[in-house]
């Protein structure tokens, strides 16, 4: 009789039993994990960050197929505007320093490995309250097509004002 071994090969050796890992991630377990990835690689967005004291600065870091990676910095005071992402899910985040997000349910401080997911059409608000800069990164999936804005004092208010896609996201950087 033939042993496990003899038929499904060394036990340590399983990898070539297993089915390849994808180029690009498709669930949302794999963007969170193709983010917590691009965090991990400083040295690869560090140098690319730069800070912009009249407007939050962006960058699209990389795309794929159905997704986007944007890197953002804040500087002390900017925030995003109450705002969701339309028919895009995401991944949030906070790479350094720290950033309040605010929605209809109150507000959280989110500090460097801070990760947040975003289904379609979830309102927030981010901003950076404390005294030093803040850098994120953003996964969109699929990619950014739309962010629209919500008037009022806080993401509470659900309902959308007409709203143009920030120039960046078809641009690349800003």
């Not at 605010?102 to 404390?130: C, F, K, M, W």
């Amino acid at each position: 009789m033939n042993s496990d071994v003899q038929i499904a090969g060394d036990w340590l050796d399983i990898p070539h039993l297993l089915p390849p890992l994808p180029a690009h991630p498709s669930t949302v377990s794999g963007f969170v994990q193709l983010a917590r990835t691009i965090a991990a690689d400083r040295a690869g967005w560090q140098p690319l960050v730069e800070y912009d004291a009249a407007s939050r600065w962006y960058h699209r870091l990389r795309t794929g197929p159905g997704y986007e990676v944007w890197l953002l910095s804040w500087v002390p005071g900017q925030g995003s505007g109450a705002h969701d992402h339309g028919r895009s899910s995401g991944v949030f985040t906070v790479l350094q320093g720290e950033l309040t997000e605010r929605t209809a349910d109150g507000e959280r401080t989110l500090g460097p490995g801070a990760q947040h997911v975003i289904a379609p059409g979830y309102a927030h608000d981010v901003v950076n309250d404390s005294l030093e800069p803040a850098v994120s990164l953003h996964v969109y999936f699929p990619g950014l097509t739309d962010m629209p804005f919500h008037p009022g004092h806080g993401a509470a208010d659900r309902t959308a004002a007409p709203s143009e896609v920030p120039a960046a996201v078809g641009a690349g950087s800003r």
